[in-house]
């Protein structure tokens, strides 16, 4: 079954490595993603976003299936199912759901609003024993209709929400969900290396994990992310892979209108993209 983020995530942090968190959409992508962590022998975090768990008509039927998938794929690498941006209520219903870990993002909330509800998730998370990531400074982009405008955490704000006890901080640091505008600055070093100083052994979380050049995320890795979040690169290979197998007529062919034949391009290709990820953020063998 399941396992929170916490374990993996003090491992991958003394190791100097990053955990991919990696969303899922259907059931083909969670069996991307699981089979591509087998294969790796890396951990791995499914994310589930609330339009995401609405899609795949709800929480319990997410936690379910993926669950079911673990056993039923003699998974042996430790996996975490985590919601992603959560709302208080969202977070609540995860719990419920059998959730092992839950995102709480207050982010748009004053800081002392976001302190007040993280602060009671973090009891309820303690209590049921599940791995909880909170959020300061938002993330750019849109994600689920929700447009951020990538800001740079305040350190000392994100120290106040550390101190709550929770297990791992996503803060702004100019990631954006979603593809990089041409002008995109970058990330800011200087930012996560000021939150890390204040935050001590927490691990940070970086959102936005798409588009990112790979030597920003080596180096996001060494100053203290320890879980990075990807979820529109898989999109876009499934997407293209997809359009690839029709604009050949192959759905037309034989029986290639299958379903199962004409998801199958673009879940290898998120296999093979989650896999490639996990190379470059130095997971892959750490299960
Ligand atoms: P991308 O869609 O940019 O990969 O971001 C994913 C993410 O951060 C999910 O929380």
């Given at each position: 079954m399941f396992v929170t983020a916490e374990e993996m995530l003090k491992k991958a942090k003394a190791g100097h490595y990053a955990v991919g968190q990696f969303n899922i959409n259907n059931l083909e992508w969670t069996k991307a993603i699981l089979l591509a962590a087998e294969e790796a022998k890396s951990p791995v975090i499914l994310g589930v976003s609330e339009g995401a768990g609405k899609y795949m008509c709800g929480y319990k039927t997410v936690a379910s299936m993926a669950g079911a998938m673990i056993d039923e794929l003699n998974i042996t690498v430790p996996v975490a199912i985590h919601l992603d941006h959560g709302s208080y209520e969202g977070c609540l219903k995860c719990i419920e759901a059998g959730f092992s870990s839950i995102m709480f993002d207050?982010?748009?909330?004053?800081i002392e609003e976001n302190v007040e509800k993280t602060k009671e998730l973090v009891a309820m998370c303690k209590e049921k024993g599940l791995s909880l990531e909170a959020e300061v400074g938002s993330i750019g982009g849109e994600e689920d209709g929700v447009i951020g405008a990538g800001e740079c955490a305040d350190p000392k704000e994100c120290t106040a929400i550390a101190?709550?006890?929770?297990t791992m901080l996503a803060a702004g640091i100019g990631n954006i969900h979603g593809k990089y505008p041409a002008n995109w600055q970058g990330l800011s070093f200087e930012t996560l290396d000021a939150i890390q100083q204040l935050t001590g052994d927490m691990p940070l979380v970086l959102h936005?994990?798409?588009?990112?050049?790979d030597d920003m995320i080596k180096k996001a890795i060494s100053l203290g992310v320890a879980k990075i979040n990807v979820n529109t690169e898989c999109q876009l290979v499934f997407a293209e892979a997809t359009r690839k197998y029709i604009e050949a007529g192959k759905d037309l062919?034989?029986?290639?209108?299958?379903p199962r034949k004409l998801l199958k391009p673009g879940t290898d290709a998120i296999k093979a993209k989650v896999i490639e990820k996990m190379e470059l953020f130095g997971s892959v063998g750490k299960a």
């Open positions: 207050g982010s748009h909330y004053p101190d709550l006890g929770i936005g994990g798409t588009g990112i050049p062919e034989g029986k290639g209108f299958d």
